[in-house]
């Protein structure tokens, strides 16, 4: 049969031009010329089509699927350009598949297949590659070669004679197909490659592949090398660690703890440690130790004994229980504050007869700014020997910042509370909260319900902090908490403190304050050794240029004044050595606030009233007219309900009692208008119904009202004459405008102890409880006319009338007054 093959194909040949040979199709091999592979090949069809060639002794022409996937391919769905193969060595395997070493001889393009059955034989044209020797092509043939040659070295895989073969190609398309045969293409690319025909555009194609390979190539070396360094270094520190451990047992130290870790182990072991904190630091140190030292978790377990260790469990400094020590300290730092004082005498004082039976008290220091409360917790502190710390409250939100966050997150700490006493550096500090009512409340929780814990002596003898994750003992420290309102704390966590209140400074104690602390301060800080303030200038500042319960303005007022006496004895003018008020004016300008003053004459329906501010006390006068009208009542100054509720009051106590009081007016054929001054200023609260009636039953009898003459207190329809607060303030306010009697509810004759001496001296306090004992003593009684202002007036009185009267308006502080 093969006999009959070959005449056919004779018999043909002798009239074809072109030569035809038989087909092997390939799914996924592309053949390039010059170069050889292995082949197997185990379908039927194609071992017909090897015999036939190996027969004849002539070549195959190879192509490649257009689709693998294909099983028979047609015609059309093989490429048409695909390599003449010349047939080498052909081994039959067990299987009877056939092993071939195919040789690429020349590009060939098939034209048409002239037999199908058994084999498919088929016409091509074979394809001759023009010879470019121009400069660009050879410059692009030896740049090809040199990267060849380096992807040689970095792949390490190219043999030898394929690299030998591609150093000795005479031109680009020779080198093209011998480097496209060693890189790693798909069959698209490879057959890409085989249909360019154009020499050089086939070698910048491999030009541009052969780069990117080389490139992939050096940065695999690169991470090669440093898997390789890292495999070094821990095998290094691995023989650095067993030869550590071997030296070890040689000189006998050997144990579960060795290196940093022993030292660890025996810094925890001479700690006076809770037993279940020691158990604990064991076992985290245990875990520590039997840890790679690659572990990530190594970091965490360091710094968690590190706050271990650190912590103070049971160190303690020792109290100071010298009585009279304690008073000179707190003397000595801070004038005033009686009760206060008082508190902390009475807290040594039982510490010294019961040291093991008390507990730690929790005290809350409520008062305005300025009044001393964070400074005095310092001299605390000094008084008993123990360390200060202190942490403010204000701006949290976040309940983590004070148990801490757990350690199960990223960059996980401890508490405030636990990071302070780490601070403090022993477990019996005296600890301040500082503004504890400035505490706020989001979605990350409620700190002020986590200092519940904190704050509550039968709690905090076993605090949990979330990051320490064992009990800790606070039940020794000294809280102190301040804060500006008790409004603002949580029910449950003001009833765990014990509140003292700062009512503010009196003008006499803010004048004491002044000339022992404040002055010598600022003189020191400023480098003035001789500069004094008389007591005139020093109330100047007081009442003109301050406003505040403290005395922090104050403060800065003396420095403002040492400011410019340090100027003009740096400039060699004229030095000042003696403050007086004229200086302060000069220096500082006009004065910025006003304060009340006893009015000049007795008036009609006009009564003088106290009021409770932030700033301390004040006087209001209040005004009432009455009009022809239709019985209407106008309120006007800014009143809030409270106090428009006891204008009200007094005028229905008014009307009720007409005829016992002599008030002869037909109420339904009158308006009364009744007016606060300094509208700008907000008032609200109870405690003027007793002045507002005096005003009014003053301008209904048309009898004057006695201009030395205050008076507080709340009204009720019978009369009846209710407590008030601030009485101490009110009392300084009624000192301070030059008034002679103050009007006081009965029931406020338990503030009596409270009003300073000196203004008990001065101002005659009536304590009254209805209305019919206030008439006498407020009313001008029948028949006298009312007191003029007389020449024979105090120095003081002048001095404040002339002042007043050169005085230009300064605006108000919108500072609301309690009435």
């Not at 047939?87 to 039959?92: D, W």
């Not at 380096?150 to 591609?166: C, K, N």
């Not at 076992?283 to 271990?308: C, F, H, N, V």
Request: net charge neutral.
């Amino acid at each position: 049969m093969a006999g009959t093959r070959r005449r056919a194909r004779a018999s043909r040949s002798s009239t074809a031009v072109l030569p035809e040979y038989p087909l092997i199709a390939l799914r996924e091999t592309v053949l390039f010329p010059r170069t050889t592979t292995p082949l197997l090949i185990g379908r039927e069809r194609l071992l017909l089509a090897l015999e036939e060639a190996m027969d004849d002794k002539q070549m195959v022409v190879l192509v490649a699927y257009k689709d693998a996937t294909e099983q028979e391919p047609t015609a059309d769905q093989l490429h048409t350009i695909g390599t003449l193969v010349e047939v080498g060595r052909l081994l039959t395997l067990a299987d009877g598949s056939s092993s071939l070493l195919a040789t690429g001889v020349q590009r060939v393009k098939i034209l048409e297949f002239v037999q199908h059955e058994p084999f498919h034989q088929v016409r091509v044209m074979p394809i001759f590659e023009p010879n470019d020797d121009s400069a660009a092509t050879e410059a692009l043939v030896r740049v090809v070669r040199g990267l060849f040659e380096d992807g040689a070295q970095l792949g390490g895989h190219v043999p030898d004679e394929v690299l030998t073969a591609a150093i000795n190609a005479d031109h680009a398309g020779a080198l093209a197909d011998v480097v496209a045969s060693t890189l790693k293409l798909t069959i698209g690319q490879k057959q890409e490659l085989l249909e360019t025909l154009d020499p050089a555009a086939r070698l910048q194609k491999v030009h541009v592949i052969l780069a990117k390979e080389i490139k992939v190539m050096e940065l695999e070396h690169k991470i090669s090398d440093r898997v390789a360094e890292e495999m070094d270094k821990s095998q290094r520190e691995y023989f650095l660690r067993e030869q550590l451990r071997v030296i070890q047992n040689e000189l006998g130290e050997s144990g579960p703890y060795a290196g940093e870790y022993k030292e660890l182990h025996d810094q925890l072991t001479q700690m006076q440690l809770p037993d279940e904190v020691r158990r604990r630091a064991e076992k985290e140190l245990e875990r520590l130790a039997q840890m790679p030292p690659a572990s990530p978790e190594i970091g965490i377990i360091r710094t968690y004994l590190d706050w271990i260790s650190e912590l103070p469990w049971s160190q303690a400094s020792e109290d100071s229980i010298d009585m009279p020590h304690v008073g000179r300290v707190l003397n000595k730092n801070h004038f005033a504050l009686p009760r206060v004082k008082e508190r902390i005498v009475e807290h040594i004082a039982v510490r010294k007869l019961a040291l093991n039976e008390m507990r730690t008290p929790v005290l809350c220091f409520v008062g305005p700014p300025g009044t001393g409360k964070t400074s005095l917790g310092k001299s605390i502190a000094e008084a008993l020997g123990r360390k200060f710390v202190r942490v403010s409250l204000g701006g949290i939100r976040d309940e983590a910042e004070v148990r801490g966050h757990r350690r199960t997150y990223i960059g996980a700490m401890p508490g405030r509370i636990i990071q302070t006493m780490r601070r403090a550096g022993t477990i019996n500090p005296v600890f301040m909260l500082d503004e504890i009512d400035k505490i706020g409340a989001d979605y990350r929780g409620d700190p002020s319900a986590s200092l519940l814990e904190v704050l509550d002596p039968e709690q905090n003898f076993a605090f949990s902090d979330h990051y320490l994750d064992v009990p800790y003992d606070l039940s020794k420290v000294f809280f102190i908490c301040t804060a500006n309102w008790l409004d603002p704390i949580p029910w449950a966590l003001h009833d765990r403190l014990e509140v003292i209140q700062f009512s503010g400074y009196t003008e006499h104690e803010k004048l004491r304050i002044a000339k022992s602390f404040l002055i010598d301060k600022q003189l020191k800080e400023h480098g003035l050794k001789k500069l004094a303030f008389s007591d005139a200038a020093l109330r100047t500042l007081i009442r003109e240029y301050t406003y505040e319960a403290g005395v922090r303005n104050l403060e800065r007022e003396v420095a403002n004044i040492c400011r410019k006496v340090a100027r003009r004895v740096a400039e060699n003018r004229s030095a000042v050595k003696h403050v007086t008020p004229q200086l302060v004016t000069k220096f500082l300008g006009p004065p910025k606030y006003e304060f009340g003053v006893m009015e000049e004459e007795d008036q009609i329906g006009v009564a003088m009233g106290m009021a409770w501010t932030a700033g301390g006390g004040d006087t209001m006068p209040i005004e009432v007219t009455i009009m022809d009208g239709k019985g209407s009542m106008q309120l006007t100054g800014q009143l809030g309900d409270m106090t428009q509720e006891s204008a009200h009051a007094a005028l229905s106590y008014a009307r009720s009692h007409a005829r016992e009081i002599g008030i002869a007016a037909n109420f339904d054929r009158m308006d009364i208008h009744v007016h606060f001054p300094e509208g700008a200023v907000p008032k609200d609260g109870p405690s003027a119904g007793v002045t507002l009636a005096i005003a009014l039953i003053s301008a209904l009898l048309r009898r004057p009202v006695r201009r030395d003459v205050g008076m507080t207190g709340e009204i009720t329809l019978r009369g009846r004459i209710l407590p008030v607060g601030g009485l101490k303030e009110k009392a300084l306010a009624a000192h301070r405008a030059g008034l002679k009697v103050l009007v006081v509810p009965h029931k406020n004759r338990k503030d009596l102890p409270e009003i300073p001496r000196e203004v008990q001296r001065d101002v005659k306090l009536m304590f009254v409880k209805s209305m019919d004992e206030v008439l006498p003593i407020a009313l001008v009684p029948e028949g006298h006319q009312p007191a003029q202002a007389r020449k024979t007036t105090s120095r003081r009185e002048r001095s404040l009338r002339r002042r007043e009267a050169f005085r230009p308006a300064p605006d108000q502080p919108a500072t609301q007054a309690s009435p």
